[in-house]
């Protein structure tokens, strides 16, 4: 006998033999009996590999075939999506979307919407919940059991002899399965033997190091989902900014991209990124309908696409598979962890996550209006869903937004957003967004530097690219003198959106209290170059600071009529510092304040008298800020308008009360 461990197989013949033995025996199974599997008016045909409802053949793919006779052998328990691909698919490496769309066209063949047949389990996979009933009531007959010669019993039937009888079957059928055998061994070997190398190619996958998603266009306007192209767009790119493998724009530099005629590679240029994934979405009732592509900017060259002819019953599942594909396109290993936060929902309901995606539409806007419509949206979704943890993330955003904008009071603000913040870590530690409103309100409500650092830092460990955490934690930094680390964090913060005008602003602002008022100047004029129309913009303070007061009260007054003031008032002003200096342009803008019928903070006739030189009245409207816990108060020790001020003892008193360091 020959020792085959010294002569061994190739793997190609051994899986050949193998796999030609079971074509055989599925044959020779199968041949005598019809098996099937039955479910409500349906049957699948084992032996013609089919489906059948009320005996005419439902027509399937093959790969879709196969997965519903899993799903069908495998009733009453969850199937993982592993556990799937590696039954369909053994030798083969294929994402989510092949078998996202073979469960499309098995719920379309049997009119399973919405789903009660084949159900989908979040993050897991399927279920089975059919009854199934097996044709065993005929024993299956072995071919090798069998005679062709008929019974004389009974005419035309089959006489079944001992098992292993070989020599009852023609040689003829033996030598057709040897040649089978060999056949498809042959083919196997050629299949699996290696290619002579080739050189290596000199035009590889680039590399691509940041990703713009740009807002879904909306192919049904009529419909007033305006939301959902954006919505669609934030929920990728939270998606995507898990994998900490390169910088994904947020949902604030590419909102300005809704457009259905926006050219995506003159806007990838513009975000200047490696690539950008655009798409088209269109909506019926629950479902949608999705195109996708990722393109590269430098050529235009489609790196991956996906279409989903059909309405996609299940949006989630649609999303899964856009975000795992769009990783596996961009050859990224992904660990455990990272693999479980990019399938991850933060709902299962559809219209909890329509309300929240409107939410956010609503809340990029930043005007009071869209900010309370955004409260309202985030609260339908949360009482649908009462552990939608983004949902309350949201919220408290919103809320903070609205208690700075001087929209609701202060406590009111603070007690709505801590509440909110609270329940949304509760439900999910990992929201890296709930740890950065948590951060916000920490430094801007609550005056507690440290534990707005720790928050700070843990949005940023769970999403680097996460953009109120990027924006406000160089805030932080400056007031705790860390000022290179401020202002280099800033920067980077500006590599990560180049066009956002809020971090524009930033950087600016944060050189302005630095001390830097040239850079500061410079930086301004990019900021006003960029977004002329930005009401925040307002370089007088830095003019001042440098002594250039006709150039100071010009950039005040600009930015008052940016802010909509009245021309009336912007004239008085302007003809009042032509009059009468610098002094006099200051007690008409205390006048004006005065006379206001509209509440005017603490802060602000604080300031009026420091450039006054009013230091009493400066104090006694900076305690009564602290009384009304005006968010602004925050800045006293970095803001050098308050510079005058820092060598009276009552400034270091203020300021312990605040909480801060002095």
Same mark, same amino acid.
């Given at each position: 006998?020959?020792?085959?461990?010294?002569?061994?197989?190739?793997?190609?013949?051994?899986?050949?033999?193998?796999?030609?033995?079971?074509?055989?025996?599925?044959?020779?199974?199968?041949?005598?009996?019809?098996?099937?599997?039955?479910?409500?008016?349906?049957?699948?045909?084992?032996?013609?590999?089919?489906?059948? =409802?009320?005996?005419?053949?439902?027509?399937?793919?093959?790969?879709?075939?196969?997965?519903?006779?899993?799903?069908? +052998?495998?009733?009453?328990?969850?199937?993982?999506?592993?556990?799937?691909?590696?039954?369909?698919?053994?030798?083969?490496?294929?994402?989510?979307?092949?078998?996202?769309?073979?469960?499309?066209?098995?719920?379309?063949?049997?009119?399973?919407?919405?789903?009660?047949?084949?159900?989908?389990?979040?993050?897991?996979?399927?279920?089975?919940?059919?009854?199934?009933?097996?044709?065993? =009531?005929?024993?299956?007959?072995?071919?090798?059991?069998?005679?062709?010669?008929?019974?004389?019993?009974?005419?035309?039937?089959?006489?079944?002899?001992?098992?292993?009888?070989?020599?009852?079957?023609?040689?003829?059928?033996?030598?057709?399965?040897?040649?089978?055998?060999?056949?498809?061994?042959?083919?196997?070997?050629?299949?699996?033997?290696?290619?002579?190398?080739?050189?290596?190619?000199? =035009?590889?996958?680039?590399?691509?190091?940041?990703?713009?998603?740009?807002?879904?266009?909306?192919?049904?306007?009529?419909?007033?989902?305006?939301?959902?192209?954006?919505?669609?767009?934030?929920?990728?790119?939270?998606?995507?900014?898990?994998?900490?493998?390169?910088?994904?724009?947020?949902?604030?530099?590419?909102?300005?991209?809704?457009?259905?005629?926006?050219?995506?590679?003159?806007?990838?240029?513009?975000?200047?990124?490696?690539?950008?994934?655009?798409?088209?979405?269109?909506?019926?009732?629950?479902?949608?309908?999705?195109?996708?592509?990722?393109?590269?900017?430098?050529?235009?060259?489609?790196?991956?696409?996906?279409?989903?002819?059909?309405?996609?019953?299940?949006?989630?599942?649609?999303?899964?598979?856009?975000?795992?594909?769009?990783?596996?396109?961009?050859?990224?290993?992904?660990?455990?962890?990272?693999?479980?936060?990019?399938?991850?929902?933060?709902?299962?309901?559809?219209?909890?996550?329509?309300?929240?995606?409107?939410?956010?539409?609503?809340?990029?806007?930043?005007?009071?209006?869209?900010? $309370?419509?955004?409260?309202?949206?985030?609260?339908?979704?949360?009482?649908?869903?009462?552990?939608?943890?983004?949902?309350?993330?949201?919220?408290?955003?919103?809320?903070?937004?609205?208690?700075?904008?001087?929209?609701?009071?202060?406590?009111?603000?603070?007690? $709505?957003?801590?509440?909110?913040?609270?329940?949304?870590?509760?439900? +999910?530690?990992?929201?890296?967004?709930?740890?950065?409103?948590?951060?916000?309100?920490?430094?801007?409500?609550?005056?507690?530097?440290?534990?707005?650092?720790?928050?700070?830092?843990?949005?940023?460990?769970?999403?680097?690219?996460?953009?109120?955490?990027?924006?406000?934690?160089?805030?932080?930094?400056?007031?705790?003198?860390?000022?290179?680390?401020?202002?280099?964090?800033?920067?980077?913060?500006?590599?990560?959106?180049?066009?956002?005008?809020?971090?524009?602003?930033?950087?600016?602002?944060?050189?302005?209290?630095?001390?830097?008022? +040239?850079?500061?100047?410079?930086?301004?004029?990019?900021?006003?170059?960029?977004?002329?129309?930005?009401?925040?913009?307002?370089?007088?303070?830095?003019?001042?600071?440098?002594?250039?007061?006709?150039?100071?009260?010009?950039?005040?007054?600009?930015?008052?009529?940016?802010?909509?003031?009245?021309?009336?008032?912007?004239?008085?002003?302007?003809?009042?510092?032509?009059?009468?200096?610098?002094?006099?342009?200051?007690? $008409?803008?205390?006048?004006?304040?005065?006379?206001?019928?509209?509440?005017?903070?603490?802060?602000?006739?604080?300031?009026?008298?420091?450039?006054?030189?009013?230091?009493?009245?400066?104090?006694?409207?900076?305690? $009564?800020?602290?009384?009304?816990?005006?968010?602004?108060?925050?800045?006293?020790?970095?803001?050098?308008?308050?510079?005058?001020?820092?060598?009276?003892?009552?400034?270091?008193?203020?300021?312990?009360?605040?909480?801060?360091?002095?």
């Amino acid at each position: 006998m020959v020792d085959t461990t010294l002569f061994p197989r190739p793997r190609a013949v051994e899986a050949g033999i193998f796999a030609a033995h079971s074509m055989f025996a599925r044959f020779r199974d199968r041949a005598v009996i019809n098996e099937t599997r039955s479910f409500g008016a349906f049957r699948l045909d084992l032996s013609r590999a089919c489906l059948l =409802s009320n005996g005419e053949e439902v027509k399937l793919r093959p790969k879709s075939y196969e997965v519903l006779r899993f799903l069908v +052998d495998n009733p009453g328990r969850v199937v993982t999506k592993k556990e799937l691909t590696e039954a369909i698919w053994p030798d083969a490496f294929v994402t989510d979307d092949s078998l996202v769309q073979c469960i499309r066209d098995i719920r379309r063949a049997l009119a399973d919407d919405p789903p009660r047949v084949i159900k989908t389990v979040a993050r897991r996979g399927y279920i089975f919940e059919s009854e199934v009933v097996t044709n065993a =009531s005929k024993k299956i007959v072995n071919l090798n059991d069998v005679t062709e010669e008929p019974s004389r019993n009974e005419p035309g039937s089959l006489k079944i002899v001992r098992p292993g009888s070989w020599r009852h079957i023609k040689p003829v059928s033996i030598a057709l399965m040897s040649l089978l055998v060999l056949t498809v061994a042959f083919v196997l070997v050629r299949l699996h033997r290696p290619s002579p190398a080739k050189p290596a190619s000199t =035009s590889t996958f680039p590399k691509v190091n940041s990703i713009a998603v740009l807002p879904f266009k909306v192919l049904n306007p009529e419909s007033k989902d305006d939301y959902l192209g954006l919505g669609m767009a934030d929920t990728l790119i939270t998606r995507l900014s898990v994998l900490n493998q390169f910088s994904v724009r947020p949902t604030s530099a590419i909102q300005r991209y809704t457009n259905t005629d926006q050219d995506s590679l003159a806007a990838g240029r513009e975000q200047k990124v490696d690539a950008v994934l655009e798409g088209s979405i269109q909506r019926s009732a629950d479902k949608v309908r999705v195109t996708v592509r990722l393109l590269n900017v430098q050529d235009g060259r489609t790196l991956w696409g996906y279409k989903c002819d059909e309405y996609c019953a299940d949006v989630f599942e649609m999303q899964d598979m856009i975000s795992a594909t769009v990783a596996s396109a961009l050859t990224i290993r992904l660990t455990a962890d990272q693999s479980e936060r990019l399938s991850r929902h933060y709902t299962d309901n559809s219209e909890a996550y329509q309300l929240y995606l409107k939410g956010v539409f609503l809340r990029n806007q930043m005007t009071p209006e869209s900010l $309370k419509k955004s409260v309202e949206s985030f609260q339908k979704a949360i009482e649908i869903d009462p552990h939608y943890a983004l949902a309350y993330a949201g919220e408290a955003c919103s809320y903070d937004a609205l208690t700075y904008r001087g929209v609701v009071p202060v406590k009111e603000g603070e007690s $709505k957003s801590k509440e909110l913040g609270r329940r949304a870590l509760e439900l +999910d530690d990992s929201l890296a967004e709930a740890h950065s409103a948590a951060a916000e309100r920490e430094l801007f409500i609550e005056w507690h530097l440290a534990a707005a650092e720790k928050e700070f830092k843990r949005a940023l460990e769970l999403n680097p690219n996460e953009e109120l955490a990027n924006l406000m934690y160089p805030h932080l930094l400056l007031m705790q003198g860390r000022v290179d680390q401020a202002i280099a964090v800033c920067k980077g913060a500006l590599d990560l959106d180049p066009l956002s005008p809020r971090t524009n602003k930033g950087l600016a602002l944060l050189l302005y209290e630095a001390g830097r008022y +040239d850079e500061a100047i410079d930086q301004f004029k990019k900021t006003e170059e960029l977004f002329p129309n930005y009401q925040l913009i307002n370089m007088g303070p830095s003019y001042e600071k440098k002594g250039m007061f006709d150039e100071a009260v010009k950039e005040y007054l600009a930015a008052e009529s940016r802010w909509g003031l009245p021309d009336s008032y912007i004239q008085t002003l302007k003809q009042t510092y032509a009059a009468a200096g610098w002094t006099a342009y200051w007690k $008409k803008r205390l006048e004006f304040a005065t006379a206001k019928e509209k509440h005017v903070p603490a802060f602000v006739f604080a300031s009026y008298y420091v450039h006054l030189k009013d230091n009493d009245a400066a104090f006694a409207w900076l305690r $009564k800020g602290l009384e009304q816990h005006e968010p602004e108060l925050i800045t006293l020790p970095v803001d050098p308008i308050w510079e005058s001020l820092r060598s009276d003892p009552r400034f270091a008193q203020l300021i312990r009360q605040i909480g801060l360091p002095a």
